[in-house]
């Protein structure tokens, strides 16, 4: 299914699929035209290649939508009619988006693999094309020359907008976040969210400016919402967390009641609780959802008025840390530094720690060198910043860290400690969002990254990364 937005200037009104987006249209140019309403131009675009795309929007909802809205999504495709029958029908409207007939010339072999079909020719072939589509739709060029369509239309005179480009093109995603991240309105999160959906779906977004607001987003409420009743928003487990600290105190930087951390990216602050009580430092946890925040401290009511009193949360993002200069002796962040990009959290955060201090996260790494195709498709769409230990080490000394260890999360952390719960909340999850387009698009993209990890888990996982500030 084809994926849109519409752009109120540089606000994204709504993303998803078409009835969601001419829903948004509407309702906005019928704001505008009620007495006193704002004139607020909009702009609606396609994602598979990015282009604006111009909808008749005249008459009531209901009349754009049976307008726009392609019958083939009103009738099954191979119904008992005719592929000749099933055009006419759809001769109402505007033929673009319907079904349309037309001759196509094939060789005699062609003729003969379509009849093998179970399905009749029109759809075989409808079902190849879509195929292909969604194949040419995960290549990463592609993704790129759609979000430099979209970005040229809606803001050729944003600042710097020239190199944005140019970083967009060479699909260095490092160097186009620290340029957009610039951006007013959405479009940090947007072109970010671009390249990684899947930090919609574990997490949201990343804006620079503690501007991710559930309660302005709905999708961002459904997210938080599937995921507050986890153990964890991510891969991990108490003896993991366990081990870093053990490398961390051998490479010289242990950790007690002295200490201060910072716990960035925590959600319902599952390392947060382990943390507290293994080493009994002062601790402030950091999340962008209030209600993981809440979660929280609840949990750490729970261990104990000694132990609680040391647990402070802070509703801020990672990006734009409200921080001094080596105010900390460790920054924590298990399962979240993706949100910002691995390079870019480590850059961003060193100044934050002492000299010898440690930093320790979790970051998405391919076990090795080679991997199945398919492995690599899903990734490089979901997080193209995954890569090896060896490339995620050399960063960190890049950034100016000396690695103090390394090693990969057992895949009880995946499986046991974070799949499982969540499978079941799936379906309740669905339940209580009924009718709603983006819970189901959330809960297919969650149970397809179960199913990837399922088949692909051994080329891939968290790898612990325990790092001290040089
Ligand atoms: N550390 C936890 C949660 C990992 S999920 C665990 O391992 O279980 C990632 C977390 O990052 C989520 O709680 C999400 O709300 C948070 N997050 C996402 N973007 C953020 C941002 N820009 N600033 C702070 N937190 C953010």
Redesign the pocket.
């Known amino acids: 299914m084809k994926t849109y937005s519409i752009f109120a200037s540089y606000r994204l009104v709504a993303s998803g699929d078409l009835k969601t987006v001419l829903t948004a249209a509407k309702a906005l140019l019928d704001a505008r035209s009620a007495p006193g309403g704002e004139s607020e131009n909009f702009l609606i675009f396609e994602h598979d290649t990015g282009r604006q795309v111009d909808f008749d929007l005249r008459g009531s909802l209901e009349d754009v939508l049976a307008r726009e809205l392609p019958p083939a999504e009103s009738a099954p495709p191979d119904s008992a009619s005719s592929d000749s029958a099933t055009a006419a029908k759809a001769g109402k409207g505007r033929p673009k988006l319907g079904v349309v007939s037309a001759e196509v010339t094939l060789l005699p072999r062609h003729w003969e693999w379509l009849a093998a079909q179970p399905t009749r020719a029109s759809g075989t072939i409808r079902r190849l094309v879509e195929e292909a589509r969604t194949k040419e739709g995960i290549n990463p060029k592609r993704r790129a020359e759609a979000l430099g369509n979209l970005l040229w239309c809606l803001g050729g005179n944003l600042q710097d907008f020239e190199n944005a480009t140019r970083a967009l093109y060479a699909l260095d995603t490092g160097r186009l976040f620290s340029i957009t991240d610039q951006w007013p309105g959405d479009l940090p999160s947007f072109v970010r969210n671009w390249f990684n959906p899947a930090?919609q779906r574990?997490?949201?977004?990343?804006?620079?400016s503690?501007q991710?607001d559930p309660a302005l987003d709905p999708a961002l409420a459904l997210?938080?919402d599937l995921?507050r009743d986890?153990?964890?928003?991510?891969?991990?487990e108490g003896s993991q967390t366990a081990r870093a600290l053990e490398l961390a105190a051998a490479a010289g930087a242990r950790l007690g009641p002295d200490s201060r951390i910072a716990?960035?990216?925590?959600?319902?602050?599952?390392?947060?609780l382990d943390l507290a009580r293994l080493t009994g430092a002062d601790i402030l946890a950091?999340?962008?959802?209030p209600s993981?925040l809440e979660r929280l401290e609840e949990g750490a009511r729970k261990l104990g008025s000694v132990s609680s009193a040391r647990i402070r949360t802070l509703r801020?993002?990672?990006?734009?840390l409200p921080f001094s200069d080596g105010e900390f002796d460790a920054l924590?962040?298990?399962?979240?530094v993706?949100?910002?990009g691995f390079r870019e959290g480590l850059s961003a955060w060193r100044r934050f720690l002492k000299k010898g201090g440690v930093l320790c996260v979790?970051e998405l790494t391919w076990f090795g060198e080679s991997r199945p195709a398919e492995a690599e498709a899903y990734w490089s769409r979901e997080y193209p910043g995954i890569d090896t230990a060896a490339a995620k080490l050399r960063a960190a000394e890049e950034c100016g860290y000396v690695p103090a260890g390394y090693f990969p999360l057992p895949p009880r952390c995946w499986t046991e400690g974070?799949y499982r719960p969540l499978e079941g909340l799936i379906d309740p999850f669905l339940k209580r969002h009924d009718g709603s387009v983006e819970a189901r698009r959330i809960a297919e993209g969650l149970r397809e990254e179960m199913e990837v990890y399922d088949r692909f888990g051994d080329f891939y996982g968290y790898g612990f990364y325990v790092l001290i500030k040089r």
């Open positions: 930090a574990t997490a949201p977004v990343p804006s620079g503690n991710a997210m938080e995921f986890a153990p964890r928003q991510g891969p991990g716990d960035l990216g925590c959600g319902t602050g599952a390392q947060t950091v999340d962008i959802l993981f801020a993002s990672m990006s734009a924590w962040a298990e399962g979240s993706y949100n910002m979790t974070y």
